[in-house]
């Protein structure tokens, strides 16, 4: 199975940026589909961005579109997601998952169709 640990999260002001990593280790990255999610307090989690095998496809929510950029870099094992124009309502836990894919294209938008997760991240927004 493959481990994942985000860092990157902290303290913005909106209108300023962030940007979020994912370490995996223990099996071949680029054999998962990854993405982020995020829970904000007294809500359910929900998906942020999704990125396929070979980075090829991407997906992002309707509200953080054209704000946040997932990206991997496969070789160092690795994925991000950059945040610019942050807003309070981004204030929630960051998490990244993973699942496993044959199809190097395709992308999850779904947290039931990710088997392995982060801890997750804090990121706070500030007005």
């Known amino acids: 199975q493959v481990q994942l640990a985000e860092s990157g999260g902290g303290l913005a002001q909106a209108g300023g940026s962030l940007r979020l990593s994912c370490a995996a280790s223990?099996?071949?990255?680029?054999?998962?589909?990854m993405g982020w999610f995020r829970q904000a307090s007294g809500k359910e989690r929900e998906f942020v961005a999704g990125?396929?095998?070979?980075?090829?496809?991407?997906s992002y929510a309707d509200s953080v579109k054209g704000r946040f950029t997932i990206s991997r870099d496969n070789a160092k094992n690795t994925g991000y997601l950059q945040m610019n124009s942050l807003k309070p309502e981004d204030t929630a836990v960051y998490y990244c998952a993973a699942r496993m894919s044959l199809n190097m294209a395709v992308v999850s938008t779904t947290d039931s169709d990710y088997s392995y997760w982060g801890q997750g991240t804090q990121v706070t927004v500030s007005s």
């Open positions: 990125i396929s095998r070979s980075g090829i496809t991407t």
């Open positions: 223990g099996r071949t990255f680029s054999n998962y589909v």
